[in-house]
């Protein structure tokens, strides 16, 4: 493997974490803390939006978040190939 | 015998008759085995074991009672322990896994080529795992002497017998398939007594649904959801709003989830349990597969906490506020009030002799003024200790004796798999960090085992030893083994990989300046060393309590490793780069290919 190739992909691996990263702080700190006021105003069935994302919801997108990241990094793996098998 | 007796006998005795068996099946021949499980577990049953080994007797107990009375404010807990997970998927978990060694503190000292790095590591690692591994052992007491009637000692000496036989005998191995086992008794024991509740509030079985739903145990009279009526009872009686209280200011709020996330991807006991993996590429998913096992748990927590608030306060509360029999006669109180009341953790004292009991928050003056013109003469309800709302919760929706003897056994389980994963923790570091790697470095792998087993009873026996004499600054210990993590390990594993340019200099002053900064703030307000009366709060000089931006000392954390950043990056920038060799070490951990099983030199 070249050296072009290692930092192509790491560029690659940093681009997909600071995505993946944004969303963790959006849905947590900016959805669940820094704008929780105003998505109150919102329901959610009988939850409150923003109280919602604070207990709720946050949650189900870190998961998701996971599984997203393991899948395109597997992706990731094979185009440069630098993956274990 | 009572019923209740019985069931809760046979079914904390099956637990553990499975725990053991599952050591004898799985005892640990090599170093391999004992400290990363063979480094053969599958993704799926790596995430179970982590799961169990990071929800603690804290997270079963303590952390509804901690929602149902600090509502919106408690999402910290909830937010910052699940979010920890991301931050360990993307940033540490793989990496550390293709460099491939048994230890936190090896990977700091390798790439850090100082053995002085890993010795502060090995330090960090020990002081943040006994802290924590002290509540579990309380925990396992508190359950014995609470439900088996057995003395918080002998309860303690039992739990400490069951943890030294799977945990001596098989190491990782044996640890990590009676973890799996333990999630699978938490999990039950939390959920069954949810969907009960939920089925009686709302109609609803799943409880993420249910506290969404409209409330319907009165048949839906109120037109209320579950939330908006619990606003309304707790704002009626002077209590805040459920769904908005916050927890200190919208600033601490977020630091403190900020520290909780940053300490929980910190913590060396959740990073070893990812060594036990075969691949980069599991190590990848386990992550994910672990926060799914936990969030079945903490999604399930926030509607318990709202869910028992709500029914302790209905309990009380029976009727019109102020009317003259609006309040439970306390002749007429139900047999879990008196089972609690036994245990000291609800106190009632009849403060206007009228026999019944006001519930109320009399520190709302406007509140106050509407309590005088009933005769209410303040909260009677002096002391409702919020440990008590997942155990007693069963008990108040009037669930049958084997729901809630299946709730002790939880309580057990969340407790025992914590304090193996410690355990191991603790004993790896001394037996492989310290021995293997500083103190005799030509021992055969045979006596390396034999030591990682001698240093995991003595493990066992210290925290036994602070189990039974805790301490007394043993309640603040949880917070401050996050702000440890959070302050010191995290940082210098995250620059470690992702900064090619961190050099030892960096990483040592990193580590040693958020470590000081997060210990002198806390001890600022709670004492040296927590030894009450010393602490130093200087309001004369502007540090009042809280003084740093109004953050608490258990949100300190997050400051902590931002200054670990700050001063690592500082004194790398001026410091002579690391040598070559690590910089390829670090090429080469940033790439799947090539990883082996975890392996030692």
């Given amino acids: 493997m070249t050296q072009d190739n290692r930092a192509g992909y790491w560029r690659a691996n940093l681009r997909l974490l600071i995505i993946l990263l944004m969303i963790w702080f959006s849905v947590s700190y900016g959805f669940g803390i820094l704008l929780v006021e105003p998505l109150n105003a919102i329901m959610l069935g009988g939850y409150p939006l923003g109280f919602w994302f604070a207990q709720q919801g946050s949650i189900y997108v870190f998961v998701v978040l996971i599984f997203v990241y393991a899948g395109l990094m597997n992706r990731l793996d094979k185009k440069y190939h630098v993956s274990e098998d | ?601």
């Fill in chain 2, 1 to 601: 015998m009572s019923d209740l007796d019985l069931w809760t006998y046979s079914i904390v005795g099956a637990t553990f008759a499975l725990y053991i068996g599952i050591a004898i099946w799985a005892r640990a021949g090599t170093t391999g085995e004992f400290y990363v499980a063979g480094g053969g577990v599958h993704p799926v049953a790596n995430g179970m074991a982590t799961a169990a080994d990071w929800m603690s007797a804290a997270s079963f107990i303590s952390m509804a009672g901690l929602i149902a009375f600090n509502g919106y404010g408690a999402s910290v807990f909830l937010m910052g322990w699940t979010g920890g997970y991301v931050l360990l998927a993307l940033l540490l978990a793989p990496y550390l896994r293709k460099f491939g060694k048994f230890t936190v503190p090896e990977f700091i000292g390798d790439r850090y080529y100082s053995q002085s790095a890993r010795i502060v590591a090995v330090i960090c690692l020990i002081l943040a795992s006994i802290t924590y591994v002290i509540g579990q052992m309380k925990g396992i007491g508190v359950a014995f002497s609470r439900f088996l009637e057995v003395p918080y000692d002998t309860g303690l000496y039992i739990g400490m017998g069951i943890v030294a036989v799977y945990a001596v005998a098989g190491g990782m191995k044996g640890i990590t398939y009676t973890q799996i086992a333990q999630y699978v008794v938490l999990i039950f024991a939390y959920t069954i007594p949810a969907i009960f509740i939920s089925l009686n509030l709302t109609g609803n079985p799943l409880p993420q649904l249910g506290l969404g739903s409209d409330y319907m145990a009165d048949g839906g009279a109120s037109g209320l959801s579950l939330l908006g009526k619990l606003d309304q009872v707790v704002t009626d009686l002077g209590f805040k709003e459920y769904t908005t209280q916050v927890m200190g200011s919208t600033l601490n709020m977020f630091a403190y989830t900020l520290s909780l996330m940053i300490g929980t991807a910190g913590l060396p006991h959740v990073i070893i349990r990812f060594f036990t993996v075969p691949k980069v590429r599991d190590a990848r998913y386990s992550a994910g597969w672990a926060l799914v096992f936990i969030a079945i748990l903490y999604t399930t927590a926030p509607a318990v906490g709202a869910m028992a608030r709500l029914n302790l306060m209905d309990t009380i509360q029976t009727g019109p506020i102020g009317s003259e029999t609006g309040n439970l006669a306390y002749d007429e109180r139900p047999d879990w009030f008196k089972k609690w009341e036994e245990t000291g953790l609800l106190q009632y004292e009849d403060k206007n002799g009228d026999g019944r009991i006001q519930y109320y928050n009399d520190a709302d003056p406007e509140f106050a003024a509407k309590a005088e013109s009933y005769g209410w003469k303040g909260n009677e309800m002096v002391k409702v200790d919020r440990d008590i709302m997942v155990l007693a919760n069963p008990e108040i929706a009037g669930l049958p004796a084997w729901v809630i003897a299946l709730v002790v056994a939880g309580g057990l389980a969340a407790a025992l798999s914590t304090a193996a994963g410690l355990l191991l923790a603790i004993s790896s570091a001394i037996s492989h960090d310290l021995l293997k790697g500083v103190i005799a470095k030509g021992i055969s792998e045979k006596a390396e085992l034999t030591a990682g087993r001698l240093s995991m009873i003595v493990a066992i026996l210290v925290a036994g030893y602070l189990g039974l004499n805790p301490p007394g600054f043993a309640a603040g210990t949880v917070a401050i083994a996050f702000g440890l993590a959070a302050s010191s390990i995290f940082p210098a594993l995250m620059l470690g990989i992702f900064a090619k340019r961190m050099n030892r200099a960096g990483a040592i002053a990193g580590m040693v300046a958020g470590i000081t900064v997060t210990l002198l703030y806390v001890f600022q307000h709670k004492g040296i060393f927590f030894v009450p009366g010393t602490e130093f709060l200087m309001p004369e000089l502007g540090m009042g309590p809280d003084w740093f931006l109004g953050i608490s000392p258990n949100a300190f954390g997050a400051v902590g490793a931002v200054v670990n950043f700050a001063v690592a990056i500082l004194v790398s920038a001026v410091t002579a780069p690391p040598p070559e060799h690590i910089q390829h070490l670090v090429e080469d951990v940033r790439v799947p290919r090539g990883a082996g099983a975890a392996v030692d030199h």
